[in-house]
């Protein structure tokens, strides 16, 4: 017995309609199903092209709410991050990020090609491409430990912006 792989993520949020515009207009993920029961107010989104019933739930705290201490005062969950097909896509993600304010960092992880955001409460997250395995070479690999700015410019430059990422690394490589 063996995990697969992440199924979904759920967080707190002060706001929940505020919370499901950011993700459904800057990141596009779609609602799924919304549920008020009492003082619960909840939402089920899909990211677009996720096959998944549903990737991330939120849960209204309500506006009282504090900012999350994880990784300052607490522990807890630093960040999620989102795989993207193809470095097209995430340029078009870095742009719609700095569009909203919420674009933090980017990274180039020499074997993954990062941007970094914070959602409306102040919650991060990554969108990550990863290097398909036929193009990764030995700078790449022994370089990993490294963080380095993402110059996305030059990596479209060498590997093509539609160039399907993460073949042989998180997705099967076709036989």
């Given amino acids: 017995m063996a995990i697969h792989r992440l199924n979904h993520a759920v967080l707190f949020v002060r706001d929940v309609a505020r919370s499901v515009a950011f993700y459904r207009d800057v990141l596009d993920f779609s609602i799924v199903t919304e549920m008020a029961a009492g ?8 990211a677009a092209d996720s096959t ?3 990737d991330l739930g939120l849960f209204e705290l309500g ?7 994880a990784g ?26 700095a569009a909203a304010g919420a ?3 980017a990274t180039d992880h020499q ?3 990062s941007l ?4 409306p409460d102040g919650l991060e997250f990554e969108i990550v491409w990863l290097i398909p395995a036929d193009l990764l070479v030995e700078a790449d690999v022994t370089g990993r430990n490294q963080l380095l700015p993402l110059d996305l410019e030059r990596e479209i430059e060498r590997f093509g912006a539609d160039t399907p990422g993460g073949i042989g690394v998180s997705r099967i490589a076709a036989s």
């Avoid at 506006?63 to 201490?69: E, F, H, I, R």
């Avoid at 970094?116 to 959602?119: E, R, S």
Wanted: aromatic content about 8%.
């Fill in 103 to 105: 674009l933090v960092g």
């Fill in 63 to 69: 506006a009282a709410a504090g900012p999350s201490g």
């Fill in 111 to 113: 074997t993954t090609k």
């Fill in 39 to 46: 003082t619960t107010k909840a939402a089920f989104l899909r």
């Fill in 72 to 97: 300052h005062t607490t522990v807890g969950l630093y960040h999620l991050a989102w795989e993207v097909d193809t470095l097209r896509d995430l340029a078009a993600l870095r742009d719609r990020l």
């Fill in 52 to 54: 998944n019933d549903h």
């Fill in 116 to 119: 970094y955001g914070k959602d």
